[in-house]
């Protein structure tokens, strides 16, 4: 092995990924999702689990990251339990590779697990209608302000602002099915038509039920570490080349525009310090518990103009084949959403990258393996955002 640098500012690469079992588990803990998940990670580093010496965790356990490292049975000297909803994995991974990178941590592994859909059929949990009701949120939730109706007035907005049609918006959730098809971890994967997104029963106006992400159970791991590290890693690294941050708004009064997302500033700041534009990245990773998120993402990443994002997504673009191949283990909406899916978000880039999408793997001109990959994830009803830009080694 060798010997860690105390040199400043190292280059970070992930050099382990994995998931947990995914979809329906109905016979495990959340933990022992994370420990499935951290252990395969480990193996596909092919680095021993001494060299972890940083953990991050969140959505579990009472002093999370403290109780899930006990668990695994680590010690880390530096640790992370950042929690802002669906971008938090994305936050903490830019977390883990500055702290990498200024030598307070050489080898950080990020890890999730949840078993929210066989909790409900269970009976251990139910539903949810909000996140509560104390602070800035006391003056929403006694209206019934749910997160899905959140989302669902921003789509509004961006229909009644730029005349973004459902029709568009359903070929969000068409495509992540047809890019789920070939994924064999994917919970569905029989094709569906624009007609039967719009035919289901409607869950929040504009969304019908094939608008919403789906609820599964699943836990994925995430392995960074330093330079000195890739030589002893068993793959091929994929480098951190940029990331990027931005909070917004909890209150719905406060967001000033509805049809512009936080990551209209992650995804700004997380291309420029990795020196890309969205014209160079071959395949995108972005937060969809909503077709609405996918299409304003993209939108905010610059990967179209704004109130063009209806257009965009309508001309297959979004297909592992596509102009813009998006959400290539077929996302939140058809693979798997067992409740915080960023950390998913990096899994999939990371095995595209390297050419592991097996029947699902994208392919440039010539035979080509992607080169750059970004994943943007969301939190909240659009209230933070991390992006994070990847690249093959």
Request: include cysteine; charged fraction near 20%.
């Amino acid at each position: 092995m060798s010997s860690p640098s105390t040199t400043q500012h190292r280059k970070v690469a992930v050099v382990g990924v994995a998931l947990s079992d995914t979809g329906r588990v109905d016979d495990v803990t959340p933990y022992a999702l994370h420990a499935q998940a951290a252990r395969r990670a480990l193996a596909d580093s092919g680095l021993d689990r001494s060299v972890v010496d940083g953990f991050g965790s969140a959505g579990i356990g009472t002093l999370a990251p403290v109780e899930v490292a006990e668990y695994l049975g680590l010690r880390p000297t530096w640790v992370d339990s950042t929690a802002v909803g669906g971008a938090t994995w994305e936050v903490m991974a830019a977390h883990a590779a500055d702290a990498i990178a200024a030598g307070h941590a050489n080898a950080v592994l990020l890890v999730y697990g949840s078993t929210a859909r066989a909790d409900i059929k269970a009976g251990r949990r139910t539903s949810n209608l909000s996140f509560g009701a104390r602070g800035p949120l006391q003056f929403e939730v006694p209206y019934g302000h749910t997160l899905i109706s959140k989302y669902a007035m921003a789509a509004r907005r961006h229909m009644h602002q730029f005349g973004t049609t459902v029709e568009q918006l359903a070929e969000v959730a068409v495509q992540a099915r047809a890019n789920a098809a070939t994924n064999p971890d994917a919970m569905f994967r029989d094709p569906i038509t624009v007609d039967d997104v719009l035919s289901g029963p409607m869950i929040a106006d504009p969304f019908t039920k094939l608008h919403c992400c789906i609820r599964s159970d699943g836990g994925c791991a995430v392995l960074l570490a330093a330079e000195e590290y890739v030589p002893d890693a068993a793959k091929s690294p994929v480098w951190v080349l940029g990331s990027g941050m931005s909070v917004s708004h909890t209150t719905m009064s406060e967001w000033e525009d509805f049809t512009v997302s936080p990551a209209a500033t992650s995804g700004r700041l997380a291309f420029e310090r990795a020196g890309v534009r969205p014209a160079d990245v071959d395949v995108a990773e972005i937060y969809d518990a909503f077709t609405y998120m996918t299409l304003v993402t993209l939108e905010d990443l610059g990967f179209c103009a704004k109130g063009e994002g209806g257009a965009f997504v309508s001309k297959g673009r979004l297909l592992r084949d596509g102009e813009l191949p998006v959400n290539t283990d077929g996302g939140g909406l058809s693979a798997c959403h067992p409740g915080m899916r960023g950390l998913f978000l990096l899994v999939e880039a990371v095995r595209q990258l390297r050419g592991e999408g097996g029947a699902g793997q994208v392919w440039k001109s010539g035979g080509r393996l992607p080169e750059v990959g970004v994943v943007s994830g969301t939190g909240g009803w659009f209230c933070s955002s991390g992006t994070v830009v990847l690249g093959r080694g």
